[in-house]
């Protein structure tokens, strides 16, 4: 599960920097606002991909999507992103479960067997 939402916060890292530049040409906000909100954000992406395997990691990926679909309000496009990487967030999130219990099995299956002696 890991890798794949680590793989989603690296995407939206990189999607806030662009939103970050268009923010700074479309709206009256100062530029040092701007890549404060857009920095603090990024950081967070980063962040949370080294935090994804300890507890509440995973609701702190949600609380970001919720965060990236509201920065629509000042990007309009960012609508459209924040719930396409929400929906990609969810991706990771359920489909790197099943996969991880996957692996669990094929590792506990391909395990040898005592030897009963």
Known sequence: MR????STLI?????IGFAGLVAMQTTDMSTATVWTVSG?????????????????GVQLGWALQVLLIASGFVVPTMFFLGACFAGLWW?????????DEAKARFAAASEPEP???
């Open 3 to 6: 890798t794949l939402c680590a």
């Open 91 to 99: 991706a990771s999130v359920h489909f790197g479960r099943k996969i």
């Open 11 to 15: 995407g939206e890292f990189f999607v």
């Open 40 to 56: 603090i954000a990024m950081l967070l992406c980063v962040l949370l991909c080294g935090m994804l395997g300890r507890p509440g």
């Open 115 to 117: 030897d009963a002696a």
